[in-house]
């Protein structure tokens, strides 16, 4: 276990439904972020949270939609989605701030997504 | 701009022999280098890092990273692969210098299959 969990492990939508994906990390970290992997690619960095604050979106389409209550929680709600955003999800977070760049990021097991 | 290059899609060894799983990088300022581990439905986990000092870096399982700034190379080796080691395995660099909110970017990965 590396302190982050998410919900749901496996989902799958219609193009016209309305889910979320949760992450949670116990940790105490205080950056946390969204990738997305799919298939003979590299990872993409979708979102990234700093102190609840959202400090980069990698021109993500607006039908993913995170948000980050607090430091421990993230979400990306998704609505009408396409079938190539079918991927795993991966949560991860980090302890940023001074000499954040040095620290290791802890990913979660991920959400399979399929979207039909 | 930061890259990475895993030249090798899929490395096979033998249990028992010694592995390599190269990974090549380029970025502007000092380099941060990571090496992590990803198993079947399972999420990232991290190895080991490369900031500052020693050139060979030591991390979890058995792993080693040698770190080569001529070669701009951060090689992941160990001595005796066992067949548990079969998985998915991820190079990534951030940039050092600056800012400490710079993205964390990946290779594409790189197979390892350690036949018995």
């Known amino acids: 276990e590396t302190g982050v969990t998410q919900t749901p492990r496996h989902l799958v939508m219609g193009m016209t439904n309305k889910k979320s994906l949760k992450c949670e990390q116990h940790l105490g970290h205080n950056a946390m972020y969204w990738y997305k992997q799919s298939a003979k690619k590299p990872l993409e960095l979708m979102f990234v949270y700093n102190f609840k604050e959202q400090t980069e979106n990698n021109s993500v389409p607006s039908r993913f939609s995170p948000e980050c209550p607090n430091s421990s929680h993230l979400f990306l709600h998704l609505h009408t989605l396409q079938p190539e955003d079918s991927a795993l999800y991966l949560c991860?977070?980090?302890?940023?701030?001074?000499?954040?760049?040095?620290?290791?990021?802890?990913f979660g097991p991920g959400t399979r997504l399929t979207v039909l | 701009a930061q890259s990475v290059a895993q030249p090798e899609d899929q490395v096979n060894v033998a249990e028992g022999n010694p592995l390599t799983v190269k990974c090549t990088y380029s970025?502007?300022?000092?380099?941060?280098l990571f090496w992590y581990v990803q198993y079947p439905n399972r999420g990232l986990q991290f190895l080991l890092k490369y900031i500052t000092g020693d050139n060979l870096v030591k991390g979890s399982y058995g792993f080693e990273a040698e770190f080569n700034k001529s070669q701009t190379s951060f090689h992941l080796k160990k001595p005796s692969a066992l067949v548990s080691d079969s998985a998915l395995y991820f190079c990534?660099?951030?940039?050092?210098?600056?800012?400490?909110?710079?993205?964390?970017?990946f290779g594409q990965g790189t197979t390892l299959q350690v036949k018995p």
């Open positions: 970025v502007s300022g000092n380099p941060y």
């Open positions: 990534a660099v951030r940039d050092g210098t600056g800012s400490n909110t710079g993205k964390l970017i």
């Open positions: 991860a977070s980090s302890q940023d701030g001074s000499g954040g760049a040095s620290n290791e990021q802890f």
